[in-house]
């Protein structure tokens, strides 16, 4: 799982700058990038933390996903 969290990230939402993001999930956002990228090296997060990131991850994606005015 760890794996896969980083490829999503890293791939699909590091480019993403919070401020772009409604105010609502810029913190959610945040706490997700900042629990990946401040683990040097990459992947050494425990599988709980992954599953945690990856409902965070999913969170945002849903709820951007259902909200057509964003």
Known sequence: MRECIYAAYFIHLD???AADLPDQFQ???DSVKL???AV???GTISDDEA???AADI???AES???NSTI
């Open 35 to 37: 629990r990946l990228t």
């Open 64 to 66: 951007l996903h259902s």
């Open 58 to 60: 999913l969170y945002l």
């Open 15 to 17: 480019g993403i700058e």
């Open 27 to 29: 913190l959610i956002y």
């Open 40 to 42: 040097i090296p990459h």
């Open 51 to 53: 599953g945690y990131i």
